[in-house]
C-alpha cells in the first residue's frame, strides 16, 4: 500500500499491483508498467475511488522516472 498526502493532512491510500522492471538494452534502462488503485482516504478523500497507469523507468544513472495517467474521484 502506499499513501498520497494533501497539505491540509487528508490522504489518498492506492494500492499498486505488482510489476516487473525489464532491461531495455536499446535506451539502457529498466522499464515497467503497473496499475494503482484507489481504495479511499481520510477527510475529503474518505470515498475516494479510481485507478492509474504507471510507467516508471530508471536509467543506468539510477534516476527513477514516472509517469501517471487516470483519474480520482471523491
Same mark, same amino acid.
Given at each position: ?7 491540509? +493532512?487528508?490522504?489518498? #491510500? ?7 522492471? *525489464? /532491461? ?5 534502462? %529498466? ?6 488503485d484507489v481504495i479511499? +482516504?481520510?477527510?475529503? #478523500?474518505s470515498n475516494a475511488?479510481?485507478?492509474?497507469? *504507471? /510507467? ?5 544513472? %539510477? ?12
Amino acid at each position: 500500500c502506499a499513501t498520497l498526502v494533501a497539505g491540509n +493532512g487528508d490522504e489518498i #491510500f492506492l494500492d499498486p499491483q505488482p510489476y516487473s522492471l *525489464v /532491461f531495455d538494452p536499446l535506451c539502457q534502462c %529498466f522499464s515497467g508498467n503497473s496499475v494503482v488503485d484507489v481504495i479511499g +482516504g481520510t477527510g475529503r #478523500f474518505s470515498n475516494a475511488t479510481g485507478s492509474f497507469n *504507471v /510507467f516508471v523507468s530508471q536509467g543506468i544513472d %539510477f534516476i527513477v522516472t514516472s509517469n501517471w495517467s487516470g483519474s480520482v474521484t471523491y
